[in-house]
């Protein structure tokens, strides 16, 4: 007999096992004393009132004990004389996919333009400390991809698109802390995440599969239009049964090599804006209603949209206690994005905060046809850029200046390395964005009190939350129809949208992959 119920306790309460315990007990229909056993299956926060909540659904086990699933890293098996499927990206689309070809009994092999998670670090002080861009290393390329030096947000409402307790599971058998399986916004941190994917290698590798760094995908080897592997560094052949596309949203030199091998990549709408980063005490305050936010909380987030027009206007990837990075992939371009520890305890609190941009905006960059979109985004980033000194530190404008269109004689603190210097960031967006960015903003502040503020920053350019470009594939075999034998997978191809979408997306064409395979 297990019987579920619902309890709720105070904040200092919600670590105390005797007492969730003792709650729950007393919350059981079925009285029949003390269980077996027990455990929490969900936790979440609620602050809706003036009184804060963490509630928990435990399960009571009366007549047994609790059975630990086994691992799914048990029916691994090894791979080494299987056939070899090329992997390019080891991002979460990348890795995932190369998990789930072991387990079908198939040999990955993973190819990434950029380094290892230890050796990406110094590339990434580079950038932090010297506005120094490497093209193949940075906060988007190298192991893990784009998801490693992150805020580890594992909150995805993708649920029709795969199995997110295995993906989740996955994490935790390589390193993640068991919460979050029952955590409702799971993340883990950009402390941890180097860690797990340094072992979901070691765990490729223990199965006879390869991982191989500093090698960039230049072209594709194909015959008689059936894609047979790739060429790396302009020299070297890999061969495979067939080829994983999984390349991530900022890889622009593969979307214009599919277009120059005929196959074919469509534009896409996407989203553009400003990262806006406000102290993460004001954020509490209005969040929680109190003036220090109580030690058993966790910082609050929060998550903003709006229509204005015919145009939604919201916030994205909202990184409570954490910091703004510079994610610009390329030398001359400043793009910006967030991170946050797995205690999330900066003193900054940021999110993107985004229009939807239809390819009807963009006017005059039509003329590069489904590169318009990417074309615009690159502009904007340029323009961003040759604001500055030459280096990644970023133009920023007080969020009540930006709105009223005035410069901002000074700014409030900001977590962002590089630093930020004032700009008219009002004037060096495209018209449309800023000024449905402002009324976004207006609306904003009038549905959370306090949001519209002077002590907020709002830095540019948030112009990578999603890829303007989609590479196609066919819903039934996940396969390219101009080419036979390549499977474009996550983010980058447009089936993913986040760490744990990105990896489904990679379990799925794993088993479509295999399915192709034989
Ligand atoms: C700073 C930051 C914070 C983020 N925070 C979160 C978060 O908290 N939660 C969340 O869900 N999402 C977050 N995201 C988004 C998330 O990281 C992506 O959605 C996810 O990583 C996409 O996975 P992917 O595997 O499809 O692509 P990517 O992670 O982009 O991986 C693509 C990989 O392909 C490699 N590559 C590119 N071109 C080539 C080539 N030609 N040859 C070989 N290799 C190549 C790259 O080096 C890279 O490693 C964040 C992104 C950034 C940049």
């Known amino acids: 007999m297990i019987e579920t ?6 904040p200092k309460d919600a670590s105390d096992n005797a007492l969730i315990l003792q709650k729950s007990i007393a919350k059981s229909k079925y009285k029949k004393g003390k269980p077996k056993d027990w455990r929490v299956i969900r936790r979440s926060v609620d602050a809706r009132g003036r009184q804060i909540w963490f509630q928990l659904r435990v399960e009571l086990y009366y007549e047994e004990q609790i059975i630990p699933e086994p691992a799914i890293l048990d029916n691994f098996v090894p791979v080494d004389d299987q056939p070899p499927v090329i992997i390019v990206g080891a991002g979460p689309a990348g890795y995932f996919a190369a998990l789930e070809l072991i387990e079908q009994g198939l040999k990955p092999i993973v190819l990434d333009r950029g380094k290892d998670v230890r050796a990406r670090r ?43 307790y295995k993906a989740m599971r996955l994490l935790v058998e390589h390193g993640a802390k068991s919460d979050i399986l029952v ?23 223990q199965y006879g599969g390869e991982v191989h760094f500093d090698a960039m995908v230049t072209d594709l080897i194909r015959k008689d239009g059936k894609i047979l592997g790739v060429i790396v560094n302009d020299e070297k052949e890999y061969r495979g049964e067939a080829v994983i596309l999984a390349t991530g949203h900022s890889a622009r030199d593969i979307y214009y090599l599919l277009d120059r091998l005929n196959i074919k990549v469509e534009a896409k709408p996407f989203a553009l804006g400003v990262r806006i980063e406000h102290p993460q005490a004001l954020i509490d305050k209005i969040q929680y209603n109190q003036r220090q936010r109580e030690e058993a909380l966790p910082a609050s987030s ?19 206690g954490g910091l703004v990075v510079p994610a610009s992939t390329a030398p001359g371009e400043l793009v910006v994005n967030g991170m946050s520890m797995s205690r999330r305890d900066s003193a900054f609190a940021n999110s993107g905060t985004v229009v939807a941009v239809e390819l009807s905006d963009l006017g005059a960059y039509q003329e590069h046809g489904v590169f318009a979109g990417l074309e615009f985004q690159k502009a904007v980033e340029q323009k961003m850029f040759a604001n500055g000194d030459g280096t990644q530190n970023a133009p920023a404008q007080r969020l009540t200046d930006f709105v009223r269109d005035k410069m901002s004689k000074s700014l409030p603190e ?3 390395i590089p ?13 449309f964005i800023a000024e449905k960015l402002k009324q976004g903003i207006r609306t904003f502040g009038k549905k959370m009190k306090g949001y519209f503020t002077e002590e907020a920053n709002v830095i540019g350019t948030e112009s990578r939350t999603s890829s303007p470009v989609r590479i196609p594939r ?12 390549l499977f474009p997978c996550g983010e980058g191809a447009g089936y993913a949208g986040g ?15 295999k399915a192709y395979t034989g």
């Open 183 to 205: 955590d409702a916004h799971p993340h883990i941190g950009s402390n941890k995440l180097p860690g797990i994917v340094s072992n979901i290698r070691a765990t490729i590798e």
């Open 302 to 320: 929060y998550r903003l949209a709006c229509q204005v027009g015919d145009r939604g206007v919201f916030s994205f990837c909202m990184c409570p």
């Open 499 to 513: 760490i744990i979408s990105a990896a489904m997306d990679g379990q799925n064409v794993a088993r479509a992959v």
């Open 474 to 485: 066919n819903k039934a075999t996940y396969m390219h129809d101009d080419a036979p034998g």
């Open 414 to 416: 900001t977590s962002y």
């Open 419 to 431: 630093g930020i210097h004032p700009a008219p960031m009002h004037g060096l967006l495209p018209d």
């Open 5 to 10: 119920v619902d309890i709720k306790l105070a």
């Open 122 to 164: 110094r590339d990434l002080r580079a950038i932090q400390q010297f506005g120094e861009v490497n093209p193949h290393s940075n906060y988007c390329f190298g192991e893990g991809g784009a998801g490693t030096y992150s805020d580890g947000k594992l909150y995805t409402r993708s649920h029709k698109r795969g199995n997110i």
